[in-house]
């Protein structure tokens, strides 16, 4: 069925609905007054300083719109009362890792349904990364776009460069011969370099060359770190693949609990990164060299740091973003004699534009979620001043294999949630693991998760 043959169909589905149903839209007390169309759009409060780029650029070109921000503090806890209450906003920030649960129980509008209609917009052809699309599935056999992907997020290497040169590490000569085992031995050599380093010296004092100081920085609890983590070892927590449930979780198998193990002997046991960091903070203490991080935080890096970028030196790599979702609520809203829905897949399209991907890019905390932007924009610019040239490429140009955050998606929506808990609980415990026998320990608690896994309902179980 081409694209125009669909928007007709959906245009004469959606005049019948509207007949049918104009008291929904229009006399039940839905109906927008004022001036303006007003978006309510709810977000982390995180996410405020990226959005409020972008929210000021599109209401400058529509100034029929009136954006306003609604901030959170937790996603999870914010969605439980949307749910509760039914009282969405129009449009929600989501993440491809959390939105299952909610897009899946149908809180959300499918984008498919406003791409078929609109002749200015094709998912496509629109550029974004195919990994982000897919995403936006609920489900392995889930075809919808649930919500429109607004970056691209891979695991990245911050540098203190500082840090390199006192540990007698050249950074050009690193990045020119940059792999995994280069940087484990850097790490060596910083780890040495930081046990012999004085605590009295004024000038390690103030750059944080101290014994206390630390060569990695992991935020390995995130699901794009762990993830590439564990497959680079050779360990993989889900066989999808596979139809029963003892066969689909893999993260209890020899190979698994083995990746783990080296994992953890490598950068905990070994001393490269610290047990205790659980608030990603050293490296802006300058208290580690490196810091695996999964987006740009270029904004918040303090002004005295000398950082650099180097790709992620794993040879997987997990790959998500973040993104914006219409809510149900928003289609039973209208403004003039259009829903308010309808504004805000106009902004939505906005979000993926170049126009609009530059305006967040203006806050330096993301990367470009379209690929005629992979080399290109403001984003290339983050930090650079004077000579200063930051190597902004290795966001986009990781040579690794990418690997989609969708495995969770195995479960059925709902569960979504609790099995990203139980990931997270085993990587919690190989960080924290301080006992002799790993293989034995790690094991039973792999066996401890599986048995709360069992309980749960696999996708094509919960339709």
Known sequence: MTKSIKKILLTLCCAVLVLGGACTATGCGNKEE?????????????????????EKAYESLHTDVDIRIVTYT???????????????PDVVWTAGDQHAGYSGAGHFMDLKTFDAADDTFDFAASGIYPELLDATHYAPDDDGYWFMPRDYNVPILFVNKTHLSKAGIDFDTLKNNWNYETFIAACNTLKAAYADASSKDTDNIRTGFLPTAYPCELDAVKMSNFT????????????????????ICTFGSAASVQAYETFYNTFYRGGLVDPADTTASLFNQKSAAFWLAVRPEVANIPAGIDYDFLPNPFAYAGVGCGGYAITNKADGKTFGDKKISQYAWEFLKYVVSEDGQNALSESGLLVPCITSLQSSGVWTTYGNTGDVQRNHLAFTQYEGTKVGLNDVKVFAPSYNTAVDRELVSLVTYCIQYDGNDFTSGFAGKAKEVMGRMRTYKLAKAEE
């Open 34 to 54: 004022g001036d303006k169309a007003k978006i309510t759009v709810a977000m982390l409060s995180s996410e405020k300083k990226a959005f409020e780029k972008l």
């Open 74 to 88: 937790a996603y999870e806890t914010a969605m439980t009362n949307y749910v509760k209450n039914n009282n969405w």
């Open 228 to 247: 590439g983590i564990l497959r680079s070892f050779g360990g993989n927590m889900f066989d999808t693949s596979k139809t029963a449930i003892d066969e």
